[in-house]
């Protein structure tokens, strides 16, 4: 039981978006009786952030949110838990329309070899046979094979979370594409897509080799730091390996979406369209090719396109349309024209 119910929680979401938008101080007052109203909202509230708290470092370095931060520290009056109200200085809880569903599971030992799926705008979270818990994002897929001698996770499409249970008998790989990695009581990200697999460390420390066959010989990898993230070309295993690209640092806000948010911090409007898209059937759609250059900073709901749509419009001037099959169409706004 989590005290609170999912109305509460739907509520909570909008009241964290409202309290951080441009209008959040004229609507303080009106929060605050509502947080104190019920012990529900206030669990509410809380859980809502709870997803936050391991990928705030990465997201508070950036400029934009240290700066929103400093300005939050110097209001007074706004009675909450320190906590909440720390990441609502962080300006992390432009959380309007989150409505991603999460999906917690347990993994019995019958389920080491089955595959597992989440569809278009889910997010689930499974723990698996050893205590390590495994989060896919939208539309992806995993296959999870468990020895007495390996814990193997075969990521097959899309993205996923690991937070590694320790179990000095037996190492944890991710398999994706021709690529292994090797956590060593870890949280890292990998992603797979049709060109390019993506690993990205949070926690701890993994090694990301190149050889991906088990009864291959293995390439020397690569290791990364907290922090880290490493891109690298699918393809298949090669005897001598070309010069593998570098670690660089990861992006900020990268590493939130477990918790159904997207942040962006000076990022191309053409991939924060690509990002939104995955999570949703009516997409953002460009009206022209060179608007995708434009930068956008924020935060948004993974699952609210309708509201993304509004705060591009709003935030980068832009004009907002839609089509027969519910996309929202992006366009410069008429006094915007040369």
């Given at each position: 039981?989590?005290?609170?119910?999912?109305?509460?929680?739907?509520?909570?979401?909008?009241?964290?978006?409202?309290i951080?938008?441009?209008?959040?101080?004229?609507?303080?007052?009106?929060?605050?009786?509502?947080?104190?109203?019920?012990?529900?909202?206030?669990?509410?509230?809380?859980?809502?952030?709870?997803?936050?708290?391991?990928s705030?470092?990465l997201?508070?370095?950036?400029p934009?949110?240290q700066?929103?931060?400093?300005?939050?520290?110097?209001?007074?009056?706004?009675?909450m838990?320190?906590?909440?109200?720390?990441?609502?200085?962080?300006g992390?809880?432009?959380?309007?329309?989150?409505?991603?569903?999460?999906?917690?599971?347990?993994?019995?030992?019958?389920?080491d070899?089955?595959?597992?799926i989440?569809?278009?705008?889910?997010?689930?979270?499974?723990?698996?046979?050893?205590?390590?818990?495994?989060?896919?994002?939208?539309?992806?897929?995993?296959?999870?094979?468990?020895?007495d001698?390996?814990?193997?996770?075969?990521?097959?499409?899309?993205?996923?979370?690991?937070?590694?249970?320790?179990?000095?008998?037996?190492?944890?790989?991710v398999?994706?594409g021709?690529?292994?990695?090797?956590?060593?009581?870890t949280?890292?990200?990998?992603?797979?897509?049709?060109?390019?697999?993506?690993?990205?460390?949070?926690?701890?420390?993994?090694?990301?080799?190149?050889?991906?066959?088990?009864g291959?010989?293995?390439?020397?990898?690569?290791?990364?730091?907290?922090?880290?993230?490493?891109?690298?070309?699918?393809?298949?295993?090669?005897?001598?390996?070309?010069?593998?690209?570098?670690?660089?640092?990861?992006?900020?806000?990268?590493?939130?979406?477990?918790?159904?948010?997207?942040?962006?911090?000076?990022?191309?409007?053409?991939?924060?369209?690509?990002?939104?898209?995955?999570?949703n059937?009516?997409?953002?759609?460009?009206?022209?090719?060179?608007?995708?250059?434009?930068?956008?900073?924020?935060?948004?709901?993974?699952?609210?396109?309708?509201?993304?749509?509004?705060?591009?419009?709003?935030?980068?001037?832009?004009?907002?349309?839609?089509?027969r099959?519910?996309?929202?169409?992006?366009?410069?706004?008429?006094?915007?024209?040369h």
């Amino acid at each position: 039981m989590n005290g609170f119910t999912e109305k509460m929680r739907e509520e909570a979401a909008a009241w964290l978006a409202r309290i951080n938008g441009p209008d959040g101080e004229a609507c303080r007052r009106e929060f605050e009786a509502w947080f104190n109203a019920d012990p529900g909202h206030a669990a509410a509230f809380e859980a809502v952030l709870e997803s936050w708290e391991q990928s705030e470092p990465l997201v508070a370095r950036t400029p934009a949110v240290q700066k929103r931060a400093k300005a939050k520290a110097r209001k007074k009056g706004f009675r909450m838990p320190l906590g909440i109200a720390a990441a609502l200085g962080a300006g992390l809880l432009a959380l309007a329309g989150l409505s991603i569903h999460h999906v917690i599971g347990s993994m019995s030992k019958r389920n080491d070899d089955r595959e597992l799926i989440s569809r278009l705008g889910e997010i689930r979270t499974l723990t698996l046979d050893d205590g390590s818990k495994m989060t896919l994002d939208t539309a992806s897929m995993a296959k999870v094979a468990f020895t007495d001698g390996e814990r193997r996770v075969v990521l097959e499409k899309g993205r996923a979370r690991f937070e590694v249970a320790h179990d000095a008998a037996r190492l944890f790989v991710v398999q994706a594409g021709d690529r292994l990695v090797v956590a060593h009581g870890t949280i890292f990200d990998v992603a797979l897509g049709a060109r390019a697999i993506a690993v990205t460390l949070l926690r701890g420390s993994v090694e990301v080799k190149r050889t991906a066959d088990r009864g291959a010989p293995a390439h020397t990898g690569q290791m990364l730091i907290p922090g880290q993230s490493l891109a690298l070309p699918v393809g298949k295993a090669q005897a001598v390996p070309p010069v593998e690209p570098k670690p660089f640092p990861a992006r900020s806000g990268e590493d939130s979406w477990p918790s159904g948010m997207l942040g962006f911090d000076s990022r191309p409007l053409s991939e924060v369209i690509a990002m939104a898209n995955r999570y949703n059937e009516h997409h953002l759609v460009l009206a022209e090719p060179k608007l995708g250059e434009l930068l956008f900073t924020g935060t948004v709901a993974a699952r609210d396109a309708a509201g993304l749509a509004d705060m591009l419009s709003g935030s980068l001037h832009l004009a907002v349309s839609g089509d027969r099959q519910g996309n929202f169409i992006l366009s410069r706004s008429p006094q915007k024209k040369h």
